[in-house]
């Protein structure tokens, strides 16, 4: 898109963007259900082990979105260019397979971090604009006067998100530019 601003981030970005906050609030929902089951389970087991199991589970969880992501952008590409060969950018390679390749488990580890950062800054920007917590404030929010807080939240986190994934698009094209000098 040859005449598409290049503060904008183009419709791949907003795509992307809203694919990835999509999958982690599934995925923290899903979490957050299986996370129940299994405190139920582990309540069974001695203290000991209880407080080790949570650990594993609260590591686990906090590492899922970066597999999940590697192994959804895996078989997404994978069907694109199976399906869909016109829509493969060049630069990148397709890894036959059901195991992730190296990108995609890049592309993991980058949607983890731009789920947290688009998380903190839109946090960050409400606790700015919204007004102190007091009683008065907590009332209105209750008798839903005040605009759904997680919908402006996960809007904020979405234009957040493209343009994170804009700036990575951005620094890959130029060190391949660099790499060809």
């Given amino acids: 898109m040859q005449n598409w601003p290049s503060w904008i981030?183009?419709?791949?970005f907003w795509v992307n963007a809203i694919a990835l906050i999509l999958l982690i609030i599934g995925?923290?929902?899903a979490i957050a259900y299986l996370g129940m089951i299994l405190f139920m389970l582990i309540n069974l087991l001695p203290k000991?082990?209880?407080v080790k199991l949570i650990y594993l589970f609260t590591l686990i969880a906090q590492l899922c979105p970066i597999?999940?992501?590697a192994f959804v952008h895996h078989w997404l590409h994978g069907f694109l260019d199976r399906f869909f060969p016109e829509s493969r950018v060049t630069e990148t390679e397709s890894a036959p397979g059901i195991f992730p390749s190296l990108l995609s488990w890049w592309e993991g580890l980058y949607g983890w971090s731009v789920n947290i950062l688009s998380t903190?800054?839109?946090?960050g920007i409400l606790g700015l604009f919204l007004p102190s917590p007091d009683l008065f404030n907590l009332l209105t929010l209750f008798k839903n006067e005040v605009p759904h807080l997680p919908t402006i939240s996960i809007f904020i986190q979405v234009i957040i998100a493209a343009y994170l994934y804009q700036f990575e698009y951005l620094v890959h094209q130029h060190l391949i530019a660099a790499a060809r000098q």
């Fill in 9 to 12: 981030p183009t419709p791949r």
């Fill in 27 to 29: 995925l923290q929902h």
């Fill in 48 to 50: 000991f082990i209880f």
């Fill in 67 to 69: 597999i999940v992501v």
């Fill in 120 to 123: 903190v800054i839109a946090f």
